[in-house]
């Protein structure tokens, strides 16, 4: 059983920049492949970015490559994602998850943190 707390939400302005982190428990953490991704108001939940159990690889949606990062600490069992130069269009509730398969696809989910964009 894996259990997943976002924090770090919250209103940044356009441009500006905001790490949202994920705490997650259970000794297998590290077995997981781990994902962000984000729902806006009236709009279906998409990927954001993923990386894999040893933190090698990552993986980014078009919308935010070049301006998001990924990063894991397994020896703290956290996920970080790391946004700068924010856009109105990033607002969105954002969520982490442990081994993700699709938007709507994972075997655990975090319960989601907001992010306003806005001036």
């Known amino acids: 059983q894996v259990q997943l707390v976002e924090s770090g939400g919250g209103l940044v302005q356009p441009g500006g920049s905001r790490r949202l982190a994920c705490a997650a428990s259970?000794?297998?953490?590290?077995?997981?492949?781990m994902g962000w991704f984000r729902q806006a108001p009236g709009k279906e939940r998409e990927f954001v970015a993923r990386?894999?159990?040893?933190?090698?690889?990552?993986y980014y949606a078009d919308s935010v490559k070049g301006r998001f990062t990924i990063s894991r600490d397994s020896a703290k069992n956290m996920v970080y994602l790391q946004m700068n130069s924010l856009k109105p269009e990033d607002t969105a509730v954002y969520y982490c998850?442990?081994?993700?398969?699709?938007?709507?696809?994972?075997?655990?989910w975090g319960q989601g943190t907001q992010v306003t964009v806005s001036s």
């Open positions: 998850a442990a081994n993700p398969r699709g938007p709507y696809n994972s075997d655990y």
């Open positions: 259970g000794r297998t953490f590290r077995n997981y492949t």
């Open positions: 990386i894999t159990q040893s933190g090698g690889s990552t």
